[in-house]
C-alpha cells in the first residue's frame, strides 16, 4: 500500500472515531447493550450480564466492515 492511501486510510478511520464518539456522547447508542437476547440476572449484590445479541450484532458489522477493506485494496 503506498504511503499516500495510507494516510488517507488513516484520516479516514480517525474521522469515523469522532463521529461515533459524538453520537456515543450524546446518548445515541443507549440502546445497545439492551438488546432482546441480552442476559441479564440480578440477585443480590451480585450481577451477571451476557450480551448474546449485542456480540452477535458487533461480529456481523465488523466482519462487513472487514470485507468492504479487502474488496479495496
Not at 492511501?5 to 484520516?11: A, Q, T
Not at 461515533?20 to 449484590?45: C, N
Amino acid at each position: 500500500m503506498e504511503p499516500r492511501s495510507l494516510g488517507l486510510l488513516i484520516v479516514i478511520v480517525g474521522l469515523a472515531l469522532v463521529v461515533i464518539g459524538g453520537l456515543v456522547a450524546l446518548g445515541a447508542f443507549s440502546w445497545f447493550g439492551r438488546l432482546p437476547g441480552d442476559i441479564r440476572i440480578e440477585s443480590g449484590s451480585t450481577r451477571v450480564y451476557i450480551p448474546i445479541t449485542t456480540m452477535l450484532l458487533l461480529s456481523v458489522g465488523l466482519s462487513l466492515l472487514a470485507a468492504i477493506f479487502r474488496r479495496f485494496q
